[in-house]
Nanobody, 119 residues
Framework: QVQVVESGGGLVQPGGSLRLSCAAS????????MGWYRQAPGKERELVAV???????NYADSVKGRFTISRDNAKNTVYLQMNSLKPEDTAVYYC?????????????WGQGTQVTVSS
């Protein structure tokens, strides 16, 4: 079983920065894609950014140029550096990880971490 745990959320003023971290632990075969999603009140969960084990990235248009995703494969950890934060970035941010095993892919979600951008 794999556990995914986020950290680093909080309250920040508009224009500020936060860094989220997420670590996958347990008996892991191989983690392929790791990423961040967010869900604001009354809205559906949406992709923020994802990164493959090879380092390829994909970002939502709304965060391009402001957020940077990175990962440490040896630690099965993914980071999200968020700069120039806006009130509309307020949401619960969830970490996601795909574990690849022979013949199957398992996906895991963290419990979420609240990010609030407000003055």
């Amino acid at each position: 079983q794999v556990q995914v745990v986020e950290s680093g959320g909080g309250l920040v003023q508009p224009g500020g920065s936060l860094r989220l971290s997420c670590a996958a632990s347990g008996i892991i075969f191989r983690i392929n894609v790791m990423g961040w999603y967010r869900q604001a009140p009354g809205k559906e969960r949406e992709l923020v950014a994802v990164i493959t084990s090879g380092g390829s990235t994909n970002y939502a248009d709304s965060v391009k140029g402001r957020f940077t995703i990175s990962r440490d494969n040896a630690k099965n950890t993914v980071y999200l550096q968020m700069n120039s934060l806006k009130p509309e970035d307020t949401a619960v941010y969830y970490c996601h990880a795909d574990e690849v095993r022979p013949g199957r892919v398992f996906d895991y979600w963290g419990q979420g971490t609240q990010v609030t951008v407000s003055s």
